[in-house]
C-alpha cells in the first residue's frame, strides 16, 4: 500500500458545536413565482451509455430530443451537474435502471423553463439527487433507512441528467431556499451547492453516524475525495474535532495544486511517505498523541476515535481495526470496484467493543443542513468544473480515483 498520512497542524477546537436542526422546507423558503416565456432548442447534447457492462462506455450525443411535459410536468434547463463515482457504476450495469440507452446523471442544478401546468414555477431553481422520494411508511423508512425504501425513486432511475435538459414531475425536483439563490458565494456561485446534493449528505451522515465528541480525533481515509474533503472539513468545522487526513501519497504531492485543500481539510503540515502498515501505525499514533497533547509512549492505542472510509481503494480496507482506539467506530461510505471484504479478528470486535456501520448518501434534510453551511460560510467545498463536453473523462477520472475534491460540469452558466 503506498498511503500517505499527513501530520496535521494542531488544531484548536472550533467553537462551532453541531448544528442538528432540521431544516424545514415551507412556503416562505419557495422562490417567488413569475411568468416567463420560454424557447427551447430543437435538439439538445448529453452522455449515453448505448449498452451498460464491461468497461466504463459514455457516448456524447448532441441529437437528444428534449420530451413534451405531460400534466404535472416541467422542463428544467441544467446549469451544473454533480461528477458522482455512482454514476461510474451505474454506467456498467445495475439491475435497477435500463440496460441500453442509459443516461446516468442524479446531482444536479438547474431552473424551469417549461411549466404548462403551473407557469408561476417559471424559474424557479431546482436541485435533483439520487433519492427522490420514499413512501414513509415501509419498515425501512419508520428505522430511519430511506436508502432502502422499497417504494423509492431515484435519479437516474426517472431519467439521468447528464444532459442539457430534463422532463420530470415537479414533484420530484427539490425547489433551492430563496435566500441561497439570492446571496450567493461569489467565491463559487451556485455551484458550491452541488457539492451538497449527494457528497455533502453522504459526509454529514456519516459524521452523525460517528458522532464525534468535541475534541475527538476523527480518521478520514480519502480526504482528498469528492465526499472525503467534505467529512474533514465538517468534522473541524462544525463538530470540533481533530482530523487525520489519509489518501494516495501521489495526491498529496500534487497538493501544491489546490492549496485550498491543504488548509481546509489537513493543515499545512502533510508528509508523505511510501509505508507499510506498520509504518503507517506509528505515524498515525504519533499524530494521533500530538493532536491530543498526549506522549505516545504512555499511550500506545493512541489512535483515532471513529475512521470514517470515504476512499474507494481496496488498500483503504485493510486491518481497519488497528487505527480505532477501544470502543471507536468504523464508519464507510465508499467501496471498490469488485468484490472487496473487510475482515476483522472477531475477538478484537469483541474484546475491544468496536463498531463497523455502512452509511449512505442521507436525505434532502442533510443536503439543505450541508448547504446552509456552505451559504454561510461555515465550510468551503473544493470544486473544480468542467464543461459539459469533458463530462466523460471526468467521471472516468473519478472512477478511478484521480480528482481532487467534486467535479462539476458547467452545463448551462
Ligand atoms: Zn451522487
Ligand atoms: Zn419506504
Known sequence: MTATLPVPLKFGIHKHQPQMEPMVL???????????????????????????GGELNLEHCTDLEIKPPGPGEVVVKLLYLGICRTDGCFALGEPDLPQTNLIVGHESLGTIVVSPSDSTLLQTIVATRFLVSTCGTCSYCIRHLPESCVHRTTYPALTGTMQEYITVPYRHLQPLPQDYVTHLRADGGMALYVAAFCSGAAALKSLRTAAPRLGDVVLVSGVLGAIGHLVGMIAKKVYGARVVGVDLGWKWNRLNTVPQMIETTSGD????????????????????????????????AGRADSVIVCASSAAAFQRLEDLVRDGGSII???APRGPCMVQVPLRSLLDRQLRIQGSLMGTWEESLQVMQWIHDCTITPYVHKVNLADAGRQLSDCVDCKTFGKGIIRIHS
Open 269 to 300: 503540515g502533510c508528509v508523505g511517505f511510501d509505508l507499510s502498515q506498520d509504518r503507517f501505525l506509528r505515524q498515525l499514533e504519533r499524530a494521533c498523541a500530538e493532536l491530543r497533547k498526549e506522549d505516545v509512549t504512555f499511550t500506545p
Open 332 to 334: 464507510i461510505v465508499g
Open 26 to 52: 415551507d412556503e416562505k423558503r419557495i422562490p417567488p413565482r413569475r411568468q416567463q416565456p420560454s424557447t427551447l432548442p430543437s435538439h439538445h447534447s448529453g452522455y449515453i451509455t448505448r449498452q451498460v
